[in-house]
């Protein structure tokens, strides 16, 4: 399985600290993508790297990717309340692959 | 279409009965997934429709879940003899397929079993 596990199961942080979550997978991927889930419901693209990639920004997101540890983190800066949700990591190993998700970081920013 | 959209958003059952939901991807969109998410978990792959390719049907829990999709439109989730552990939310995403973009997801349609 490429199954993909967010680390910690949840985090708790206070308003304007940086938030981290990490990601690790089993097998090679074609590349990884973080998704942000709202009151259960459906979920969010927030950011797609590349397996060729180690680094990328998304606003206050910042991704980066090592794939001799096969792992990912997901860096939220300057947190906000509305940044509270479900993280989760995807990996899909290329075309015809289907996505496969983690179990998802519970963020709650407190304000 | 604008998103995906799923139908219907709540569906409350009785054990035993049938059910089926529904999924419109986005147009021209190749690649459709069906997940389940039960109540605080992670989502939990059942089915991965790409084109006219067969669809890997590895993640459907048991023969009681079936999945039908017609050429890159449509596609309905049928559970059987709903039990109640079937209780959940399931998901539909879909694709442009090809190298991966970004899944766009309907907002699910949560399922109760009673």
């Known amino acids: 399985s490429q199954q993909g596990e967010e680390d910690p199961q949840a985090l708790s942080i206070q308003e304007g600290e940086n938030a981290t979550m990490n990601c690790s997978y089993k097998?090679?991927?074609?590349?990884l993508q973080w998704y942000r889930q709202n009151s259960g419901r459906g979920l969010v693209h927030l950011i797609l790297?590349?397996?060729?990639?180690r680094e990328k920004h998304s606003g206050r997101l910042r991704v980066t990717l090592d794939t001799s540890k096969k792992s990912s983190s997901l860096l939220i800066t300057a947190s906000r309340a509305a940044d509270t949700a479900s993280y989760f990591c995807?990996?899909?190993?290329?075309?015809?692959?289907?996505?496969?998700f983690g179990p998802g970081t519970r963020l709650s920013v407190l304000p | 279409g604008a998103g995906v959209s799923q139908s219907p958003s709540n569906k409350v059952t009785e054990k035993g009965k049938d059910v089926e939901l529904r999924c419109d991807p986005i147009?021209?969109?190749?690649?459709l997934y069906w997940y389940r998410q039960r109540l605080g978990q992670g989502l939990e792959f059942l089915i991965y429709?790409?084109?006219?390719?067969?669809?890997?049907k590895s993640g459907l829990p048991s023969d009681r879940f079936s999945a039908e999709r017609t050429g890159e439109s449509v596609s309905t989730l049928t559970i059987q003899r709903t039990q109640q552990e079937d209780s959940a939310v399931y998901l539909c995403?879909?694709?442009?397929?090809?190298?991966?973009?970004?899944?766009?997801f309907g907002q699910g349609t949560r399922l109760t079993v009673v």
């Open positions: 790297i590349r397996s060729n990639e």
């Open positions: 147009s021209g969109h190749t690649a």
């Open positions: 995807a990996t899909d190993a290329g075309y015809g692959q289907n996505f496969v």
């Open positions: 097998t090679s991927i074609n590349n």
């Open positions: 995403a879909s694709t442009r397929g090809g190298y991966r973009t970004e899944a766009f």
């Open positions: 429709f790409q084109g006219n390719s067969a669809p890997d």
